[in-house]
Structure formats: structure tokens, C-alpha cells
């Protein structure tokens, strides 16, 4: 395999079958066009820009290691990359939150959770942070599909196959997760309503 640098139209399916056989140039492409992808999904999933920094490290030594095991008829590149932050975010959050179940959530937290799309329909400037707090309140197993699908833009096919689970399954969490975000951001707005309502009966 020669060593000069890929061309642009070389897919990322290419450039991992030039990792495998040891081309860094290839590896340096891939990194450039996959690492914000990577680190966007694992800053959703701990919250914490320095966490998900490691996490792509860690992603991406992996890929130099373990490049040959790529099947390009299970999943897209993407998916491959984002199973592996996946394994890596799990065993971030079991170490930073041994004591706090990851799948809990309030019987209260579901009530009024009808809006089949919570993220079509937030203000830009300040629903981005509301929406980060949101997701990461999401118990995992309905955040990694919210994440995956809704903001990664990944297919039910190449989520399930991250996920380890049936289509069906991230079709079930995928919905779950969205009404239970759609209550969780109606509950953060409600309060701010509420402060304005009160400041404005209030006599100065």
C-alpha cells in the first residue's frame, strides 16, 4: 500500500483497510473526518468535554489496534467508531458512578410526555444547553439511542448493531427516550415561566 496522503473522494471504509495495513496517512484521514463525530457522541454520554476528549483517544488507539476487524457489510464506519466510544463511555460511567443505578427514572418524569420530537422544536441559543442537560438525565439506555439516532443521524440498523439489540429494541428505547426528553424539557422550561409570572405580579 502506498504511504501518500489519501484523496479526498477515498471512503472511510477505504481509509480503515489502509489502517489495517499500516498506512498512516490513511489513519491521520480518518482521524480528521471521524474525531468530532466521536467526541460529540461521547460528550453527550458523560457531560464532561475532558472525558470525551479521553474517550476519543481511546477510540482511535483501538482503531490503529484493531482496524482488521472491521465488516463493512454489519455497519458503516460511523456505527464501528460509535460502538467502540460506546464501550468506552459505559465503562466511564461505571467507574465515575459506582454507587448510582444508570437506568433509573421517576414514574413522575413520564407524565405529559406526548411530543413524538423533542428536538425539533427548541429556541437555538438557549434550548442547546437546556436539551445537553436533558439528555444527560436520560437514564443510558434511552440516551445512548437518543444519541445515536437523533443526533448522530445514525439508521435504526446501524444503532441496533452498536447497541447490541434488535432494530425493534432502538425502535422501543428511541420512542421511550423521546418522551421521557420531551417531559424532562417541559419541566425546565415550566419553572423559568413560572419566575417570570411571579416577578411580574410582584410590586417593586
Not at 15 to 34: C, I, K, P, S, V
Not at 105 to 118: I, L, Q, R, V
Not at 189 to 200: F, I
Amino acid at each position: 500500500m502506498s504511504n501518500l496522503p489519501p484523496r479526498a473522494d477515498v471512503t472511510d471504509d477505504e481509509l480503515l483497510e489502509r489502517t489495517a495495513a499500516g498506512e498512516a496517512g490513511a489513519f491521520e484521514e480518518l482521524f480528521r473526518r471521524q474525531r468530532l463525530s466521536v467526541y460529540r457522541f461521547a460528550v453527550h454520554m458523560t457531560g464532561r468535554p475532558a472525558a470525551a476528549e479521553d474517550i476519543v483517544q481511546e477510540v482511535f488507539l483501538r482503531v490503529m489496534r484493531d482496524a482488521g476487524r472491521y465488516q463493512p457489510a454489519r455497519s458503516s464506519v460511523s456505527a464501528w467508531l460509535c460502538g467502540i466510544a460506546r464501550n468506552c463511555a459505559w465503562q466511564w460511567l461505571d467507574r465515575e458512578r459506582p454507587f448510582r443505578p444508570l437506568d433509573t427514572e421517576s414514574p413522575a418524569s413520564t407524565a405529559g410526555a406526548a411530543a413524538p420530537d423533542p428536538l425539533g422544536d427548541l429556541t437555538r441559543a438557549e434550548g442547546i444547553a437546556r436539551l445537553r442537560r436533558a439528555i444527560l438525565s436520560l437514564p443510558v439506555r434511552y440516551r445512548e439511542v437518543v444519541v445515536l439516532c437523533d443526533l448522530q443521524e445514525l439508521s435504526y440498523a446501524d444503532a441496533a448493531e452498536v447497541v447490541g439489540c434488535a432494530i425493534g429494541t432502538v425502535r422501543s428505547r428511541l420512542s421511550r427516550g423521546r418522551g421521557l426528553l420531551a417531559a424532562k424539557l417541559a419541566g425546565q422550561r415550566t419553572p423559568e415561566k413560572a419566575a417570570k409570572l411571579g416577578d411580574a405580579r410582584c410590586p417593586a
